[in-house]
């Protein structure tokens, strides 16, 4: 297997910007595209349930990180497939992402507040996930 990527390999400034693609900020999604970052921008859309991206990731050297949008929405093959191949942080990013107070309270006590600030906006993104997915008037009818 190669080695495999973390979230802790990038620069802070790529990490805010991937902070804000989260959010929505398209300039910031051009940001990570135009400087060698399309990564984290597929993992941003992963993120918010594009399936081409999630497919992109895995074809493009980037499983692991597959494998956390997956682990965030609490599959639990992705769950076992991170701990598995070692990948402690961002295994524990993702269990903060699904509300785990354990993983939360670490991140809290490391100080990592970028961290924080990213695991709190995709809470936020799951949370409307949820509410989208049990709306009835969004509903398909076929």
């Excluded at 309270?105 to 409307?128: G, T």
Aim: glycine residues 2%; proline residues 4%.
């Amino acid at each position: 297997m190669p080695i495999l990527h973390s979230l802790t390999d990038y620069d802070t400034k790529v990490l805010i910007a991937f902070n804000q693609s989260l959010l929505g900020e398209k300039q910031f999604s051009e940001f990570l595209l135009k400087n060698g970052f399309p990564e984290l921008e597929a993992l941003a859309q992963a993120i918010h349930s594009n399936i081409k991206a999630l497919e992109w990731l895995g074809a493009n050297g980037y499983p692991e990180f597959a494998v956390l949008s997956n682990a965030i929405d609490d599959e639990p093959e992705a769950i076992e497939w991170l701990k598995k191949y070692n990948c402690n942080f961002l295994s524990t990013f993702a269990a903060a992402c699904r509300k785990d107070p354990v993983a939360m309270k670490w991140f809290a006590d490391n100080d990592l507040k970028l961290f924080v600030m990213m695991i709190s906006n995709i809470q936020n993104i799951l949370m409307y996930q949820s509410w989208d997915a049990s709306d009835f008037h969004k509903f398909r009818r076929s």
